[in-house]
């Protein structure tokens, strides 16, 4: 059943998942992901602070669950965030969020995302950053994508490396309270235009830009 709020009614779809807007309904069905943990022992941290999948359960489930409902509530022309579910056959498995700050005059956006660890390693990361990419710069015109990660989170970085995104400095951040460095990434239109799919699907655009004060 559709929503009559246009973000909640979004949609990206490739032949290997689908980006879903995060609905109450949807956020259910990933809870036990979260509840399961995402961030795993022995590997190194990939987000920075402050980030509530750190958390113990269930505080991690809570705080996770409000700063999704908070964000979904500051949306208008000046920020905006759009949360999606990453669905592999169906089944939540993950997170791919973009975010713009006005974008109607500067074109830019940012995005972050994360996946269960069962499924990593299957090229799901890769199909969904690719997905979101299509919903920014075929979907809304947007003139540049950007992205960070830490210096040794090497799948992040080398997802955007094989998508076609240039280094673009340095950074630093904290992470569980140390300082760790971030690898900075950037895409223009002209070179994502030079990868651009035709196999990607989207949904419940036009509807969309109004609320988020894109220019039809």
């Known amino acids: 059943m559709a929503s ?18 995060a609905t109450d309904e949807l956020l259910e069905r990933l809870v036990p992901v979260v509840r399961a943990g995402v961030v795993v022992d022995g590997e190194p941290a ?8 750190y958390a113990d359960s269930p505080e991690r489930e809570w705080r996770w669950l ?4 908070a964000g979904r509530a500051k949306v208008d022309a000046s920020f905006w965030r759009l949360y999606f579910v990453v669905c592999d056959d169906g089944e ?3 997170m791919q969020d973009l975010i713009a700050r006005d974008f109607a005059a500067v074109g830019t956006v940012t995005s972050f995302s994360w996946l269960a660890p069962g499924v990593r390693g299957r090229g799901l990361g890769r199909e969904a950053r690719a997905a979101i990419l299509h919903l ?11 992205t960070d990660a830490f210096a040794d989170n090497r ?12 280094r673009n400095g340095n950074d630093w951040a904290t992470r ?5 460095e971030l690898l900075r990434w950037r895409m223009t239109r002209e070179q994502w235009a030079t990868r651009r799919r035709s196999d990607i699907e ?3 655009v036009e509807e969309c830009k109004p609320v988020l004060g894109v220019p039809r």
């Open 66 to 69: 409000r700063r999704i409902w």
């Open 92 to 94: 939540p498995v993950g």
């Open 136 to 146: 920014a710069f075929a979907g809304f015109g947007a003139r540049e994508a950007g």
């Open 176 to 180: 569980q309270g140390e300082a760790a």
């Open 202 to 204: 989207l949904s419940g």
């Open 4 to 21: 009559s709020y246009p973000p909640l009614n979004l949609a990206v779809r490739t032949p290997r998942l689908t980006l879903a807007a």
């Open 46 to 53: 990939p987000f920075d602070d402050p980030m509530s999948l």
């Open 155 to 166: 799948a992040s970085n080398r997802v955007s490396e094989v998508l076609g995104y240039t």
